[in-house]
């Protein structure tokens, strides 16, 4: 059965960091290309990161670039979300999805499972 757990959501300022982790089970992470995607309150899913099965790729939503840094650990089934310089427009349910079709073109794609996510808040 595949599993997705994310957790290390908080409540954060302006300008603080957080690391999200997402434990992976029932599957080999390994062989997967994986996403971090978050929602904020009354708006849509908006896809934030992707990283190809090696950890040798990684593709950020421009709304992230240079604060957000996505990493994977395969040999612990883990996906990392590190964030730094947070925003308020960054409060969001931040959730891992494993790709079933990634586009190589803008790095979106089709996912097959998603976690249940975990909460960042972004507020002083």
């Known amino acids: 059965q595949v599993q997705l757990v994310e957790s290390g959501g908080d409540l954060v300022q302006p300008g603080g960091s957080l690391r999200l982790s997402c434990a992976a089970s029932?599957?080999?992470?390994?062989?997967?290309?994986m996403a971090w995607v978050r929602q904020a309150p009354g708006k849509g899913p908006e896809w934030v990161a992707a990283?190809?099965?090696?950890?040798?790729?990684?593709r950020y939503a421009d709304s992230v670039k240079g604060r957000f840094t996505v990493s994977r650990d395969n040999a612990k089934q883990t996906l990392y979300l590190q964030m730094d310089s947070l925003k308020p427009e960054d409060t969001a349910r931040y959730y891992c999805?494993?790709?079933?079709?990634?586009?190589?073109?803008?790095?979106?794609?089709?996912?097959?499972?998603r976690g249940q996510g975990t909460q960042v808040t972004v507020s002083s």
């Open positions: 029932g599957f080999a992470l390994n062989s997967y290309y």
């Open positions: 999805a494993r790709y079933s079709y990634y586009n190589p073109a803008d790095g979106r794609g089709e996912y097959d499972y």
């Open positions: 990283i190809n099965t090696g950890g040798t790729m990684t």
